[in-house]
């Protein structure tokens, strides 16, 4: 079975479990603020998958760092955003698409409030202006709302025009709209212009030095999600795949209800290692080493969020005591203050000990079940690419580890995540009966897409 060989890699890195567990060694959690504010709670912590080493292991481990922004559901006023709406118009989005992205786009508009800031572009062959940049009022929503009946398919798709446009628009906003977003609705491959996933990949990239995020919405069954999913990790947006036109109105109300609920902008996680310990490997998406350092943006955070960012170290085992292991440190702004940027910070500690008894219990479930997560949207990822490929067999056993990994995970886990493992867990075992029961290529396309979206979806993109 394929959980047995789950359960035989994740002991190897040290993320056996245990019947009783210690309490992360974080020995500080300190917040400061450049603006002089303080008294704000942390939502920053942190712990290795163990926090006991026995002297003289390889001390190879799995590392969490994690998010829990506050729920505010009582507050009143919502940051005011930027948006720029950049849909793709080529031919193929003839018909019932480019009719449903009229309907999206003009329900965007209405879920607007007056003061916000929007632009709208059209893609082909070249890039057309539907709208320049505006701010939403009332004796302007209403000639924005009939700018969206400009929008016609036919010819080419030059996406990396299209999401250019949109970005240096969003660039040039008042320093007041400290939320930016581009979105971008597509339903097939990039074709003129650069159009690999890597020149996509980085114009979004630069975006997010102007506070940039790109939310991608891939319609149908025949855009490119790499290239999709490139443009969202690399700018800290989020992916949608849509396999009907007419759910794009639904998601445009829903990203517009997340970005009103940001409570911290410019976000980026910083993790730096402590004496004697190497960083070995980001492994959540997005993650970036340099000079030993690890670096994960977030852009925006909304209300309620969590994000976490899973990575492989290697500590030092020498010798017994108590040892640093890294200090994590969350960076951001508030939507309120676009000047102060504020700094949370956790020391993430672990012990080398010569019990091993208490170095098999000292598991912490939180990043336990990270692992069995990443382990799991790792496998989705591959039987994508097997359905793609059309080895329903690989993509099967892809499925299986992912339905184990998230099973052992869902058991281990704290009680606070344990819904949402079981949740993820329900979603693998839908899209693999969706698999085995695909009679055509376009039914194994759609579960293929389906997988991949669940993947992105489970690392917060």
Known sequence: MRKAMFLAMAAALGCGGGADTVEAQTTRVTVSSSGGEGGTNAWIGGSPVRTRVVVG???????????????????????????SLVVDTSGSM??????NARIAASSLLESLQDGDIVSIYSFDNG?????????????????????????????GTNMYGGVQVGVNRLAATPATHTVRRLVLISDGHANIGPSDPYSLG??????????????????????????????????????????????????LQQEVQLLANTVATDAIIEINPGPGVTILEGVTTGAQISDGRLRVPLGSVYAGQQREILFRARVTANRTGNRNLATARFVYRTPDDEHARRTQEVAIGYEVTRD???AQGSAQPRVQAMVANYRAAEAQRQAAVALNNGNRAEADRQFEFAEDALVEGAMAAPAAQREVMQERLNRVRSTRSRAQRAATPAAARGAALESYDAAMDAEGY
Do not use: C, F
């Not at 003839?94 to 009719?99: E, F, N």
């Open 356 to 358: 091993q008894v208490a």
């Open 94 to 99: 003839s018909g019932d698409k480019i009719q």
């Open 57 to 83: 292991a390889d001390g190879e481990t799995y590392v969490g760092v994690w998010i829990d922004a506050p729920d505010q559901p009582g507050r009143q006023e919502r940051p005011p955003m930027a948006l």
């Open 202 to 251: 980085n114009l979004a990239g630069n975006a997010t030095e102007y506070g940039v995020q790109v939310t991608g919405i891939g319609v149908g069954l025949d855009y490119d999600e790499n290239t999709l999913g490139a443009l969202a990790v690399r700018s800290s947006g989020r992916l949608y795949h849509l396999e009907q036109p007419y759910q794009m109105a639904q998601i």
């Open 127 to 155: 890039v057309r202006e539907i709208a320049a940049p505006t701010t939403v009022s009332t004796n302007t929503r209403g000639t924005l709302m009939q700018s969206v009946q400009y929008l016609h398919a036919g010819g």
